[in-house]
């Protein structure tokens, strides 16, 4: 069964930064579109950014600038590089797979945003 599995999340101090994997098993993540999504508590699950296999990235208004998504498919890990953290970047972010109608998530990892 595949599997996604992040981590990197923690405690940071605003203006810091944080490091998100994203690794794959028993799949080859180089055929799809990935994604890191996020879900702060009381608030729906929101896109941060995507990339497709042709590495295309895409990033919500919120992230521009801050955020960079990268993909390193000889490693079969997504990454998400957070710089510039503020408290509303406070959420659990979960990892994304999906070509065709294959379709997967991770489990999640906390990232805490705070002095």
């Known amino acids: 069964q595949v599997q996604l599995v992040e981590s990197g999340g923690g405690l940071v101090q605003p203006g810091g930064s944080l490091r998100l994997s994203c690794a794959a098993s028993r799949t080859r993540l180089s055929i799809y579109t990935m994604g890191w999504y996020r879900q702060a508590p009381g608030e729906q699950r929101e896109l941060v950014a995507t990339?497709?296999?042709?590495?295309?990235?895409n990033y919500a208004d919120s992230v521009k600038g801050r955020f960079t998504i990268s993909r390193d498919n000889a490693k079969n890990t997504l990454y998400l590089q957070m710089n510039s953290l503020k408290p509303e970047d406070t959420a659990v972010y979960s990892c994304h797979a999906v070509y065709r109608a294959y379709d997967y998530w991770g489990q999640g990892t906390q990232v805490t945003v705070s002095a």
């Open positions: 990339i497709t296999s042709g590495g295309s990235t």
